[in-house]
């Protein structure tokens, strides 16, 4: 039974470390996207509402590459924080190529949606990342064994 409990926990875990990526990579788009506009006065504060709505977006769009590299990274025990932030721009990556389509050649949108995703990839790492695998057995070292 406590090895159940441990299971849920860390899978709890998980949920908890995607929801603070996806949370943190809207409000750092939310941040570019308003340093980039004229509106800082007046309908600056409209836009940090704006958070939940873009990380409704971004946890939709990134939710199957992230799971793949999360059950990859807990199965390896991968702890590396540049695993999960290169994981991140991966996953960044596929949405632009996959659900966005761009048409043009804007480079500073994929400069943004690449850096958004570095962003959440280390969010994921700091919140449950440092800690993935922890709950797999130990592999025996000695080959007798």
């Not at 340093?35 to 600056?44: F, I, L, T, W």
Request: with cysteine.
């Amino acid at each position: 039974m406590s090895q159940f409990v441990l299971y849920l926990v860390r899978f709890a875990l998980i949920v908890f470390g995607f929801v603070c990526a996806i949370f943190a990579a809207s409000l750092f788009l939310n941040l570019l996207l308003l340093g980039s506009s004229e509106m800082v006065g007046s309908d600056g504060p409209f836009l940090y509402m704006t958070i939940p709505v873009f990380a409704l977006a971004i946890g939709n769009s990134v939710f199957i590459p992230s799971c793949i590299l999360i059950v990859f990274a807990e199965l390896t025990a991968w702890r590396d924080w540049l695993f999960y932030t290169l994981g991140g721009a991966a996953s960044a990556v596929v949405v632009i190529v996959w659900k966005w389509r761009p048409q043009t050649e804007d480079i500073d949108t994929f400069a943004a949606i690449l850096a958004t995703g570095v962003v959440g990839g280390f969010v994921y790492w700091l919140v449950s990342g440092r800690s993935a695998g922890l709950i797999m057995p130990p592999r025996p070292t000695d080959p007798r064994v």
